[in-house]
């Protein structure tokens, strides 16, 4: 319930402090907020710290525990610094006292609100990718590869594991320089992109090493990837008016038919590799 503050959440009055209409939507209770919420059809969300059978940060702690990724601006009567230390900790972004809210401080606090969680979602998702080749990461390959077991364990599905490492990449490195080898892991990159469907996790795990997370794939499947990418990457680049030659070895494990467990399954396809680069 946010009727103390009804007089300043109209788009009329926003408009004189900045050219933005806010489309809003009240509602007046724990539940209510919660569809709407769910709904995913709002930037910010202005919680009154009293919903009656439920405080704000109830709301608040539901919401993030369900990763709505939505900004939350709590309403208070102020002065209770348990309450500020519990908002804070909750991860809301702003605590305004009632009897002190303004037009002007409501505003920026709703802009400055989204615009933080904007930022936040950014640096997110930054931290799962190779900022190099803008493939995945070590950090998202392992999480999707916890969720795809999960979900083949219901589906009966299997799921394809490749281990790739670049053949001679640190010869590249010495003897044409770092920029050059930079610009060889985009151009591998590239590759793995057009050889694998959509559905396919691409990843680079570091160095010149990547690995590729493929969902309901059949054995015959695996291996056409394979030979297809080997194809692709034994002809030489052209990088920078310079031809360098390059190819890569691939391991490959199977789930659930090579192993189940996640650790062993890594490890059998890490073997894998490392015996096609012998």
């Known amino acids: 319930g946010c009727g103390e503050i009804d007089h300043l959440l109209n788009a009329e009055s926003y408009e004189k402090i ?31 710290f009293d919903l009656n059978e439920k405080t704000g940060l109830d709301l608040v702690r539901e919401t993030n525990a ?11 009567d102020g002065g209770d610094q348990q309450v500020d230390a519990e908002t804070m900790a909750a991860g809301v972004v702003d605590n305004l006292i009632k009897d002190q ?11 400055y609100g989204i615009e933080r969680k904007r930022i936040e979602l950014r640096l997110a998702a930054l931290a799962e990718f190779d900022e190099l080749t803008g493939l995945a990461n070590r950090s998202h390959f392992l999480g999707a590869l916890r969720h795809e077991i999960a979900v083949a364990k219901r589906t009966g599905v299997q799921l ?10 640190k010869r590249v490195n010495d003897e044409m320089g770092h920029m050059m080898g930079d610009h060889l892991l985009m151009k591998v990159a590239d590759v793995l992109r057009e050889c694998c469907r959509e559905t396919d996790t691409i990843v680079r795990l570091g160095g010149d090493e990547f690995a590729i997370l493929a969902t309901n794939i059949e ?10 990418i080997l194809s692709a990457l034994s002809r030489p680049f052209t990088i920078v008016g310079h031809q360098v ?18 650790e062993r399954l890594l490890a059998n396809a890490d073997m ?5 680069k012998a």
Do not use: W
């Open 160 to 169: 394809g594991i490749f281990f790739l490492d670049l053949d001679r990449f």
């Open 66 to 76: 369900a990763n709505c990724g939505l900004p939350f601006i709590l309403l208070t």
């Open 245 to 262: 030659d390059t190819s890569i070895s691939i391991g490959i494990t199977l789930y659930p038919s090579d192993e189940e467990n996640i």
């Open 101 to 111: 809210v303004t037009e002007p401080l409501l505003a920026r606090a709703i802009r």
């Open 18 to 48: 900045k050219a933005v209409t806010y489309n809003i939507c009240a509602v007046d209770d724990h539940a209510g907020a919660m569809r709407a919420i769910e709904s995913g059809q709002f930037d910010a969300c202005l919680v009154n």
């Open 272 to 276: 894998a590799m490392y015996r096609a």
């Open 219 to 228: 054995d015959s499947s695996a291996d056409a990837v394979a030979s297809k």
